[in-house]
């Protein structure tokens, strides 16, 4: 270890030694200064890359999450999740899930989906990566939608007044 590091090393740890104890998050009040209230929320997802909380798809999430919070302040508004690129196979049934991954698993990701898809959420797939895949409608997930390509379908939906969402 060079002087500089050990240095550092020795200021970062008199650091810690000198911060206040966290006070439990339940404990701390929050004062709110911009209140954010949605009348009407219409939000694609834009699933195209692979982004994990631990094991939990991060765009799932968020779009859980959402789905949630406009139930909770009955806001009106749609949620729609286009999976492609290299996110595609998430919405793939077990037996091409798991041909496709090389996996005897089945696919981890179907019960996220069938739980958006209780909470309204649409969620759709793309011709084009399917095409690239080898795979038909025969592979997908039940109640997933086939759309003509992602790119041109989340250009529709923005045109149309969705705010993209890129998790």
């Given at each position: 270890m060079t002087r500089t590091s050990f240095g550092i090393w020795t200021l970062a740890a008199s650091l810690a030694a000198a911060a206040p104890m966290t006070v439990?998050?339940?404990?701390?009040?929050?004062?709110?200064?911009?209140?954010?209230k949605l009348e009407q929320a219409n939000v694609v997802f834009n699933m195209d890359h692979l982004a994990f909380q631990g094991d939990y798809p991060?765009?799932?999430?968020?779009?859980?999450?959402?789905?949630?919070r406009l139930k909770e302040t009955g806001s009106k508004g749609?949620?729609?999740?286009?999976?492609?690129?290299?996110?595609?196979?998430m919405t793939?049934?077990?037996?091409?899930?798991?041909?496709?991954?090389?996996?005897?698993?089945?696919?981890?990701?179907?019960?996220?989906?069938?739980?958006?898809?209780?909470?309204?959420?649409?969620i759709e797939e793309c011709a084009v990566s399917m095409r690239g895949n080898g795979w038909s409608n025969d592979d997908l997930l039940p109640g997933v939608k086939?759309?003509?390509?992602?790119?041109?379908?989340?250009?529709?939906?923005?045109q149309q007044g969705y705010v993209q969402i890129q998790p």
């Open positions: 439990p998050a339940q404990e701390r009040a929050i004062r709110i200064d911009i209140p954010v991060v765009g799932m999430k968020y779009m859980h999450l959402l789905a949630q749609r949620i729609v999740g286009v999976f492609h690129g290299a996110a595609a196979y793939l049934n077990d037996r091409a899930y798991d041909a496709h991954r090389k996996v005897t698993t089945g696919n981890p990701f179907k019960k996220l989906i069938a739980d958006l898809q209780a909470e309204g959420v649409q086939v759309n003509t390509g992602a790119v041109g379908r989340i250009i529709q939906l923005v």
